[in-house]
């Protein structure tokens, strides 16, 4: 069972920037396991379905970014800390929404960026951005 826990979001002006972080953890989580999934981030707004931010491989040598992201948001992972990051810059207000880190295990050389092939997710961090 793998525990995931969100943190970083809050209110920022048009322009800004937040980092998120996701900690992973687990009875018997460790590097090795932690680096055997592949993770990623969505987010859902108010009314609208969940949608697909960015995905990092267990190598953390692949990264994929939804459109609307790209070239705003980064995403990264430190194997020592468990822990995944999503650096978002230059935040709009369409991007307000609840941030999700979900994880998907056996995945080291890629990862997939359909919400359904998640197996674990955290309990979401309100990011709110104003105009």
């Known amino acids: 069972q793998v525990q995931l826990v969100e943190s970083g979001g809050g209110l920022v002006q048009a322009g800004g920037s937040l980092r998120l972080s996701c900690a992973a953890s687990g009875r018997t989580f460790n590097i090795r396991t932690f680096n055997s999934y592949a993770m990623g981030w969505f987010r859902q707004a108010p009314g609208k379905e969940r949608d697909f931010v960015a995905a990092?491989?267990?190598?953390?040598?692949?990264?994929y970014y939804a459109g609307s992201v790209k070239g705003r948001f980064t995403i990264s992972r430190d194997s020592a800390k468990n822990t995944v990051y999503l650096q978002m810059n230059s935040l709009k207000p369409e991007d307000t929404a609840v941030y999700y880190c979900?994880?998907?295990?056996?995945?080291?050389?890629?990862?997939?960026?359909?919400?359904?092939?998640?197996?674990?997710w955290g309990q979401g961090t309100q990011v709110t951005v104003s105009s």
């Open positions: 990092i491989s267990g190598s953390g040598g692949s990264t």
């Open positions: 979900a994880a998907d295990p056996d995945r080291y050389y890629s990862a997939r960026t359909n919400d359904r092939e998640y197996d674990y």
